[in-house]
């Protein structure tokens, strides 16, 4: 079965620091894996993906991600945290049955501090 | 104006209250999906739908239903909500043709049941 472990439930980093958010992935054959964000009261962003190629990924607001399929991780970083960035990081495998549908992590909260 | 709507975003109700959600949107995409979240349990997907004619269950879809009433519009019932229905549940599409693509999200709605 396929599935998604995002290991923390919650990240503090302080704001200039490097931040790092776990995720774990387990599927048959190629993953397709994504990276959202959720602000509060606010729906789900869409950060970045891995389809194939560069395991180096960026994304939108200066975030970028690791694939590593020894591992079988998809690690979300950014070189110097914001206090903006403060939100709930969640990480999703697209399901291999062609249906479009992602499944998702369980959400890690990442606290950035003045 | 946002490309997946929700309506409600908020609402309260009693146990044993028929509850409906609506979602639209103007991506044009086929595919349509509801999840639900709760805290600590990342996205749940409880339906979705490949066109009007084709709605297929999620992991979660015991006491919900949906209706497709066109490309755009893909609503998600509460026959009789039970106060464990309590959460946000978000909308979302994607695009057929982008095999590789992302979900696009509501705002979500919050339902809270009493």
């Known amino acids: 079965a396929q599935s998604v472990a995002q290991p923390e439930d919650q990240v503090n980093v302080a704001e200039g620091n490097p931040l790092t958010v776990k995720c774990t992935y387990s599927?048959?054959?190629?993953?397709?894996l994504f990276w959202y964000v959720q602000y509060p009261n606010r729906g789900l962003q869409f950060l970045l993906k891995?389809?194939?190629?560069?395991?180096l990924v960026k994304g939108s607001y200066g975030f970028e991600a690791e694939f590593n399929k020894s591992q079988t991780s998809f690690h979300l970083k950014k070189p110097s945290a914001l206090v903006s960035d403060s939100a709930l990081y969640f990480c999703?495998?697209?399901?291999?049955?062609?249906?479009?549908?992602?499944?998702f992590g369980q959400g890690t909260t990442l606290q950035v501090k003045p | 104006d946002a490309d997946v709507t929700q309506t409600p975003r908020n609402r309260i109700t009693k146990t044993g209250k028929r509850i409906m959600l609506e979602c639209s949107q103007t991506?044009?995409?086929?595919?349509m999906y509801w999840y639900r979240q709760d805290p600590g349990l990342g996205l749940r997907l409880i339906y979705y739908?490949?066109?009007?004619?084709?709605?297929n269950k999620g992991e979660i879809s015991d006491g919900y239903s949906v209706s497709r009433q066109a490309q755009a519009k893909f609503s998600l019932s509460l026959e009789s909500a039970i106060p464990n229905q309590t959460a946000l549940y978000f909308c979302?599409?994607?695009?057929?043709?982008?095999?590789?693509?992302?979900?696009?999200f509501g705002e979500g709605s919050r339902l809270t049941v009493l």
């Open positions: 979302a599409t994607s695009d057929p043709n982008d095999p590789a693509g992302e979900l696009f």
């Open positions: 599927v048959s054959g190629n993953p397709y």
């Open positions: 891995y389809i194939t190629g560069d395991n």
């Open positions: 999703a495998v697209r399901d291999i049955s062609n249906t479009g549908k992602l499944i």
């Open positions: 991506k044009g995409h086929d595919r």
């Open positions: 739908s490949f066109d009007v004619k084709d709605i």
